[in-house]
């Protein structure tokens, strides 16, 4: 596909088909009306606005925005890239486990190994299946993007062979095929699948499965008469939008598996396993990560004995007695 098509050249083309529709409407008075005289009163009796409904129809094409989607595909994608997730620093994280934990360490007992097992040694497998969660989403987005891109493709491809068939009424010319883009094709998943992870995420699958075509369109407008063509017409539309609605309730489907997947290993992270997505410890640990003085062994039975207490800071009146001293 190359350029998108634009809201401009969307109202234009209905604009378009409105004109032709028209002219087509007032030649076909002409004919049936027989005699030169009658022929233009018959022209007369159409009305300006005799197609009026034609503009809007096609001004309803512009929205959902295309660029919408790919502006928070781009978002996700910075989240989960060398500037997000994919960030050394994040992967240096992990390699903390050696330093950690052990009677070696400045840090061990408890606390250190509870920290150690359930946030460190787990860490890198998080950081990848976080990604491959975000790589779903961006994924979602782009392929809608370019669901959206290609409805704009037909309804322009709509508009031409209307007015190729309004042009043509009363000749004989041969009907042309329609070259959809999208409307009864399947649509295959966008973006770029990331390596890595454990969890099963569809969109994120390196060979997810093209979203499956949803609908069949004739293939060519065609008809007697202009009020038929331009029903032919209003019933592609309409045929197009259902099209793209499924493909996009299908995405949504898809993106759901992966964010039970996702809710199911949160779950299990919180049962005692050692975690997979989120790096915490499970509910009812004894020996809490935050028990303890790093530096030191755990303080026993009681590892906060001596409640920390910030210095005190000298007051203006401090300051000002001292002054005075001297």
Request: charged fraction near 30%.
């Amino acid at each position: 596909m190359n350029d998108v098509i634009d809201n401009v050249q969307l109202r234009n083309k209905g604009t378009e088909v409105e004109k032709a529709a028209l002219e087509a409407r007032r030649k076909q008075a002409e004919r049936d009306a027989g005699a030169p005289e009658a022929a233009g009163m018959a022209r007369a009796q159409i009305k300006d606005d005799h197609y009026k409904d034609i503009p809007p129809r096609f001004e309803e094409t512009t929205e959902p925005l295309p660029a919408t989607c790919g502006s928070m595909a781009s978002a996700i994608a910075t989240a989960y890239g060398s500037q997000g997730l994919g960030a050394s620093e994040i992967s240096d994280i992990g390699k903390l486990h050696s330093d950690i934990g052990n009677t070696q360490s400045d840090w061990h007992g408890n606390a250190a190994e509870t920290f150690d097992e359930y946030y460190l040694k787990p860490f890198d497998t998080c950081v990848e299946n976080q990604i491959l969660v975000l790589n779903s989403l961006e994924r979602a987005m782009l392929t809608y993007e370019k669901a959206l891109e290609k409805r704009r493709a037909d309804v322009i491809q709509i508009g031409d062979q209307t007015i190729e068939a309004l042009e043509s009424l009363g000749s004989s010319s041969g009907e042309a095929s329609l070259a959809f883009t999208i409307l009864g094709l399947t649509l295959t998943v966008v973006g770029t699948a990331v390596s890595g992870g454990s969890l099963a995420i569809p969109l994120a699958a390196a060979g997810a499965s093209a979203i499956g075509a949803t609908a069949s369109a004739a293939g060519n407008i065609s008809g007697a008469t202009a009020d038929s063509i331009v029903k032919q017409m209003y019933d592609l539309l309409d045929d197009l939008d259902k099209d793209v609605n499924l493909k996009a309730t299908e995405i949504a489907e898809r993106l759901g598996e992966g964010e039970e997947a996702a809710r199911e290993q949160l779950d299990l992270d919180k049962s005692g396993k050692k975690p997979s997505l989120l790096p915490r410890e499970p509910d009812g640990t004894e020996s809490a990560i935050t028990s303890g003085d790093p530096g030191k062994p755990d303080a026993g039975d009681n590892p906060h004995e001596g409640d920390f207490e910030p210095p005190e800071e000298d007051s203006d009146d401090d300051d000002e007695e001292e002054e005075e001293d001297e």
